[in-house]
């Protein structure tokens, strides 16, 4: 069950600004793995305890088209234990291109964590993140606690044994269409601060997402999308390449929260792809069904997501 009194105890709406993270790159599976580091730090909020040894650190695993930097609203509210957030494999800082199998992203993020050392972790992932982190789970026990899963890109057993392709040459997705290139993240906000989903994302969360988004263009002027839209299409495109991953989530045996947002279709992209039953097969799984949030919900409400990890954490 989520522990209120921890939430409170844990996530304080008063806390101090936290430093700027520190970035470092892992080699993993022959790519650069970018990863933000935040250390623990002390008396940052009367809410929040001392740091000791014993708070787990946090990792954090993004969705699709996105960064690790989107999760500095939610990590600035747990200046007591370590943080990392990962920029997985073709997205933000790390290197790799297309992705053609998501349990080489899993891959990727166990072999970090194995680099850094780090054990019994709390996983905290959103939407292919949130898969990721399950998968990393179910393939390496040790190195996570627990998991809260906000709308885990995880659907019903048919959705992996249909053969129909999902996209082709000839019909790819609509992100491999996205506008690459930006004279400055200024540009970027003023060009999606009115368009779904990004007009639902908290002031913070956007901007975060905007600046973090965008890498110096190759051409020397100007910027572009940190995630190209060749690897955000080939995501979606591949989503079906771990059928075992509901298998894999039978074997987790550790506490695994799944947040679930309004279900509505699957061509909605601001409803909820999780399948309602994803936590009854997990041996500890509780489900929080969450109907008034989309599948964005941590950007939405970071302050809200925020309290239900300190409420898994207890």
């Known amino acids: ?14 806390t101090a600004p936290r430093p700027a993270p520190t970035t470092r790159t892992y080699t993993v599976n022959g790519i650069d793995l970018a990863v933000h580091e935040w250390q623990a730090i002390t008396g940052s909020s009367p809410l929040s305890p001392a740091h000791n040894p014993d708070m787990p650190p946090l990792v954090f695993a993004h969705a699709t088209g996105f960064h690790g930097r989107v999760f500095d609203a939610i990590i600035e509210q747990f200046p007591a234990h370590p943080a990392y957030a990962i920029d997985l494999r073709g997205h933000g800082q790390s ?8 349990r080489v992203v899993a891959s990727d993020v166990a072999e970090f964590l194995e680099q850094a050392q780090i054990t019994g972790a709390v996983g905290i992932g959103h939407s292919m993140g949130a898969h990721t982190l399950l998968q990393v789970a179910a393939d390496h026990p040790q190195a996570l606690g627990r998991l809260v899963l906000f709308d885990p890109v995880i659907l019903p057993p048919a959705y992996y044994t249909s053969s129909e392709a999902l996209f082709t040459a000839d019909n790819p997705h609509p992100a491999s269409r996205r506008k690459r290139d930006f004279a400055s993240p200024e540009a970027m906000m003023e060009r999606f ?9 908290a002031a913070r969360v956007f901007e975060d997402y905007c600046r973090h988004g965008l890498v110096p263009a190759a051409s020397g ?29 039978r074997t987790v045996a550790l506490p695994v929260l799944v947040v679930r ?22 041996p500890q799984g509780e489900d929080l069904y969450r109907p008034d949030r989309t599948h964005f919900h941590p950007f939405e409400d970071p302050e809200d997501a925020a309290r239900i990890i300190a409420g898994m954490i207890g």
Do not use: Q
């Not at 069950?1 to 008063?14: E, F, K, P, Q, Y």
């Not at 290197?95 to 998501?102: A, E, L, N, Q, T």
């Not at 601060?193 to 994302?201: E, M, N, Q, T, V």
């Open 193 to 201: 601060r009115a368009r779904d989903p990004y007009r639902l994302f």
């Open 95 to 102: 290197g790799g291109g297309p992705i053609k199998d998501w």
């Open 221 to 249: 002027e100007g910027y572009e999308l940190a995630c190209a839209p060749e690897v955000e299409a080939s995501v979606y495109a591949s989503s079906r390449s771990n059928g075992a991953i509901l298998e894999a989530a």
């Open 261 to 282: 947002a309004k279900a509505s279709s699957l061509t909605d992209f601001k409803s909820s792809p999780t399948w309602p039953e994803l936590a009854a097969i997990l």
């Open 1 to 14: 069950m989520i522990d209120t009194v921890g939430a409170m105890r844990l996530c304080g709406g008063m």
